[in-house]
């Protein structure tokens, strides 16, 4: 098998991205040693942490390197087509009887202890949550970027992650001013600019999200735009394709042609532009070898503690509140869904599990209470 037709294995791109981009910190910012310093020792965690995820699965134990969490299921924010809020995960008031900031801060301690470097931190806003981050950045051999809509970043919030450098933003944008706004609200683009200005100008690594629909996918993977964001000191892009959950918004979605151009774009910039991080979700599951939720190469835990195959996969058998994470990644749902070959399963696009969620309603009606 050649270097081009060689599968792309999604969980090492993005540990050697990280690698890639922890290596050009501690190089641009040699003239800070506290982030050198911070760099300097992730680098040598995130190695131990693969060194215990590969002697676990020598002894059969497969361990995923990254987790996603969902701290609140509060959001200020109403974005056109949220597949969250349609699936009623996400609300305007404080929710009840979420997790704590002390539950969470023993999965982040268990985490650690079985290796798992990257945990995603989302939402709704995880910034409505400064007690959780606040608790986050004192694991310093995790990386913790965290999915925000940008509108609660303050100065206590740069100062936070000036302090505890393993604390990430990952700011929500759609393109443009005209196309953000139009989804997002009047003023979030201007406020992402200048959340991204600041991060520059205090050195703090920072990476973009960017929900791919039909109307925003070229302007989104167009040079300009890019550029744009790496000039402000951007170090990683993460395509999130649109995933419908109403009749109204299906037209949104991209289509076979429209995944095929972006699927294209994205190995071209990996070629052309390494010094960015470009991550296509769940694009990248055909070049992985299927999706990589329940377990395989993430999970998903709920603000409220059920761990679930994937954000947009919202079923769950059991609860960190009652188990250990260990227990949890290895539920029954998950172990169905790995040994059954369902990740695996062609599909039309998009995410696998949100297109056969009959088959996953099914699953968890065959399981036992």
Not at 116 to 127: C, N, Q, T
Not at 159 to 176: A, Q
Not at 239 to 260: I, M, N, Q, Y
Not at 284 to 300: L, P, T
Request: some cysteine; overall charge negative.
């Amino acid at each position: 098998m050649n270097q081009e037709q060689k599968p792309f294995d999604i969980q090492a791109y993005m540990t050697q991205g990280v690698e890639r981009v922890v290596t050009e910190a501690v190089k641009a910012t040699l003239k800070d040693p506290r982030e050198s310093v911070f760099m300097a020792k992730f680098a040598a965690a995130s190695r131990a942490a693969s060194k215990k995820r590969r002697k676990a699965e020598d002894a059969g134990e497969h361990i995923p390197p990254f987790l996603i969490a969902s701290i609140t299921s509060q959001c200020n924010l109403h974005c056109a087509g949220c597949y969250s809020r349609c699936n009623h995960a996400t609300v305007d008031g404080e929710p009840v009887r979420q997790l704590t900031s002390e539950e969470w801060f023993r999965i982040f301690d268990e985490a650690d202890d079985l290796g798992v470097s990257f945990i995603l931190l989302a939402g709704g806003e995880p910034m409505l949550r400064r007690d959780i981050i606040e608790a986050a950045g004192k694991k310093p051999n995790i990386l913790f970027p965290i999915f925000t809509n940008g509108t609660f970043m303050d100065e206590r919030y740069f100062d936070l992650f000036d302090r505890r450098r393993n604390l990430i933003p990952i700011m929500s944008i759609e393109g443009e001013k005209d196309i953000t706004d139009a989804r997002r609200g009047g003023g979030v683009y201007d406020r992402l600019i200048a959340n991204m200005d600041e991060c520059h100008r205090r050195g703090l690594i920072f990476g973009a999200s960017v929900t791919v629909t039909t109307e925003n996918i070229r302007q989104v993977s167009s040079q300009e735009f890019l550029k744009k964001l790496a000039d402000r000191g951007c170090k990683a892009v993460i395509f999130v394709e649109f995933v419908p959950v109403t009749d109204e918004s299906k037209k949104l979605a991209p289509g076979d042609a429209e995944r095929e151009y972006l699927r294209a774009e994205i190995a071209r910039l990996r070629q052309e532009h390494p010094e960015m991080v470009y991550i296509s979700f769940p694009g990248d599951e055909k070049s992985s070898g299927g999706c990589v939720a329940a377990g395989r190469g993430f999970f998903h835990i709920n603000s409220h503690g059920g761990a679930e195959p994937c954000p947009f996969s919202p079923y769950s058998d059991v609860n960190v509140r009652d188990t250990s994470l260990r227990d949890a990644m290895n539920s029954r749902l998950f172990r169905t869904l790995r040994e059954d070959g369902h990740l695996l399963e062609d599909h039309a696009g998009g995410c696998v599990l949100y297109e056969k969620r009959e088959l996953v309603e099914q699953i968890m009606a065959g399981l036992p209470r």
